[in-house]
């Protein structure tokens, strides 16, 4: 199963066998006893590399939970402790409001439960989300809405995007707080690669008013952003939460851009057909806590559901109180 999931992971033969350490033959033959055992195929071999089909995908998610639990079994084993152990991995959004999230989750995390061991990542939501479908991770917060075969998408708030420039972009002194399309569309933009749901966002807004963004850099990581902008390399478009960090934001100015779909949908995401362990819905409580107190109460959005799950010890849907 290991050596399946490596191949699916890697998508080829060669590359699994090397980080396996084992011949290509023997590894071969793994994959051909998995295929006879379920009687179907697996995987599709090409000159492209490899890659799963339908029943491999549904294999490589069950694969990917087993993974996790044996790995929270071996922890518990050894620790000998009676608290909560084992890895969780937790999705959020990059330039945005969930990446907010991180420090607070961790040191509650670290509190409450020392056991655990959290793995954050933030790469582009597209990315979480086939993460998140592929059983690699247990819960995201990201931007979409639309429901997604496996997925459960749990609506937390709308973000508004702002342009953030610096004031010297500006001949006159004080500009408008507010930019229409047509007027961003004029700007030198720093923006994420095309994956991205901001970058998505932003080549509609001025695709609505007949134009393209014109693009400088696709720049994704935020340190990097942030002194790019400082440097007058460009314009960015952000939350407001995240232009509040911006270092030496007397010097920038944030304008709120005009346009009714300059905005997308934050959602907390987990898995609509796997549990989540003893240990990711621990998590799971205590980033939907962290979210209720700092972005506020979502009663009417969230559904009552999970807002009871974040004072209960009910799971909410797609988990359950035993691994």
């Known amino acids: 199963m290991e ?26 033959q793994h994959i051909a006893s998995l295929e006879a055992d379920f009687k179907c195929k697996l995987l599709d071999r090409s000159a492209r590399g490899v890659k799963p089909t339908e029943a491999g995908r549904i294999l490589y998610r069950y694969a990917k939970s087993i993974q996790r639990q044996i790995e929270e079994a071996r922890r518990t084993i050894l620790d000998n402790k009676p608290e909560l152990t084992g890895n969780v ?21 670290r509190e409450r439960y020392p ?28 931007y979409g ?18 342009l953030v420039a610096p ?17 961003v569309a004029q700007f030198d933009l720093l923006l994420p690669y095309r994956e991205s749901f901001l970058r998505q966002t932003i080549e509609r807004v001025c695709a609505e008013v007949g134009l393209r963004p014109r693009i400088v850099a696709e720049i994704h990581s935020q340190s990097i952003l942030f002194s790019a902008i400082a440097a007058g390399v460009g314009a960015a478009v952000l939350p407001m939460s995240i232009a509040r960090e911006l270092p030496n934001l007397d010097q920038l100015c944030i304008r709120r851009i005009n346009a009714r779909s300059a905005s997308q949908q934050m959602s907390l995401c987990i898995s609509d057909n796997a549990a ?18 700092s972005w506020g109460p979502f009663d009417s959005q969230l559904g009552p559901a999970a807002v009871a799950a974040a004072g209960s010890t009910s799971p909410p849907d797609g988990a359950k109180d035993e691994p």
């Open 145 to 162: 809405e639309r429901p997604v075969t496996g997925l459960d998408y749990k609506p937390l708030m709308r973000e508004h995007f702002y």
């Open 276 to 293: 989540l362990s003893d240990a990711a819905f621990a998590v799971y409580k205590i980033l939907l806590d962290i979210i209720i107190k």
């Open 89 to 109: 991995t937790i999705g959020l959004a990059p330039l945005s409001s969930a990446a907010l999230l991180a420090i607070p989750l961790l040191t509650q995390i």
């Open 115 to 142: 056991g655990i061991v959290p793995h954050i990542y933030d790469s582009s939501g597209v990315m979480l989300s086939e993460m998140m479908l592929k059983g690699s991770m247990d819960m995201a917060v990201l």
């Open 3 to 28: 050596a399946f999931i490596k191949v699916v992971d890697l998508g080829s033969m060669t590359s699994a066998a090397k980080v396996l350490n084992v011949a290509q033959p023997a590894l071969s």
């Open 167 to 183: 004031r010297s972009t500006y001949l006159e002194e004080i500009p408008p707080e507010d930019i229409s399309a047509a007027e």
